[in-house]
Nanobody, 127 residues
Framework: QVQLVESGGGSVQAGGSLKLSCVAS????????MAWLRQTPGGQREAVAV???????SFAPFTKGRFAISKDNAKNTTYLQMNSLEPEDAAMYCC?????????????????????WGPGTRVSVSS
């Protein structure tokens, strides 16, 4: 059974940083595509970033070089480093996983097609 558990959310001031983590279990982690998505307080769901099994990364334009996605196969963990946070970044951030190799390679827009999702960790940014 695939399980994803996010952590690292919290409250920061604009300009601050957070590093989110997603620990995976129940499947062959290294072969999966991993992604981060967010749901804003207004209910809009947005893809943020994706990393495939080969380490290829793709980011939504709004990240503007502020975010980085990485994965540690030895720890079954995916990270999202977020710098220069803006109030507009406040959201519930969810980790997602998909076993289909290459399903989102180079295409952050396909992150929402991932089959498995975690419950999320909340990020608040004050101005």
């Amino acid at each position: 059974q695939v399980q994803l558990v996010e952590s690292g959310g919290g409250s920061v001031q604009a300009g601050g940083s957070l590093k989110l983590s997603c620990v995976a279990s129940g499947y062959s982690y290294s072969s999966y595509t991993m992604a981060w998505l967010r749901q804003t307080p207004g209910g809009q769901r947005e893809a943020v970033a994706v990393i495939d099994d080969g380490g290829s990364r793709s980011f939504a334009p709004f990240t503007k070089g502020r975010f980085a996605i990485s994965k540690d196969n030895a720890k079954n963990t995916t990270y999202l480093q977020m710098n220069s946070l803006e109030p507009e970044d406040a959201a519930m951030y969810c980790c997602a996983a998909d076993p289909r190799r290459g399903m989102a390679t180079g295409s952050w827009t396909r992150a929402d097609k991932c089959q498995y999702w975690g419950p999320g960790t909340r990020v608040s940014v004050s101005s």
